[in-house]
Each structure stands twice: as structure tokens, then as C-alpha cells.
């Protein structure tokens, strides 16, 4: 990886769509005062509990500002997704328990 400049942070998104947004819109007006290049790591947990599930990970897909570098970790909550899209045993609930309705 090359040297990077700056480092921008983001977790829990929980399909929160507005927050989302809104978040981004500060980092890309942030890097516009920063030189060099820039890397924006999302912590995973993009789904769950929060309204916009699919909106977010549209705005995750489609959000590519100038000179980033952009890494997309799993998070706890798309594993537990996967577990029950693998039909692993007592997965539903379990995905289900920790805001998957939501994401259904």
C-alpha cells in the first residue's frame, strides 16, 4: 500500500441512510483541505437495525471521492447474515435477534 496522509474512520452504519450521507459529505469536504493521498476504512456493520439497508450499501458502492484508497471490513452483523444465508444451525434467530428483521 503506498503512504497515505490521511485516515478517516467509519463503523456502525446500521443502515442508517441519512447519517450515512451526511457523514460523507464531511470526509469529502474534509480531504479537499488535505493534501495527498487519503484512505477511508468502513468497519463493517452496514446492516441491521437501521431503515436504508440497501440505500447504504448503494452510497458505500457508489461513493468514490479523488485520491482515496477505500478498504470495506465485515462487520459482526453481515456475518451473521451470511451464517443464516449458509443455513448454519440457529442462525435465523440469531440474525434475527440482532436487528435482521430490519434487514429483511
Not at 5 to 30: M, S
Request: charged content about 25%.
Amino acid at each position: 500500500m503506498e503512504q497515505v496522509d490521511t485516515v478517516y474512520v467509519v463503523g456502525d452504519i446500521h443502515g442508517c441512510h441519512k447519517e450515512l450521507i451526511h457523514l460523507q459529505n464531511n470526509i469529502e469536504k474534509d480531504s479537499k483541505k488535505r493534501s495527498g493521498a487519503k484512505l477511508l476504512i468502513y468497519l463493517g456493520d452496514y446492516v441491521d437495525r437501521g431503515p436504508a439497508v440497501m440505500d447504504c450499501i448503494q452510497s458505500l458502492i457508489d461513493f468514490r471521492p479523488h485520491d482515496f484508497s477505500i478498504i470495506y471490513l465485515l462487520g459482526n452483523h453481515e456475518q451473521m447474515l451470511l451464517d443464516f444465508l449458509a443455513d448454519k444451525k440457529n442462525s435465523l434467530y440469531i440474525w434475527l435477534g440482532n436487528g435482521g428483521l430490519e434487514t429483511l
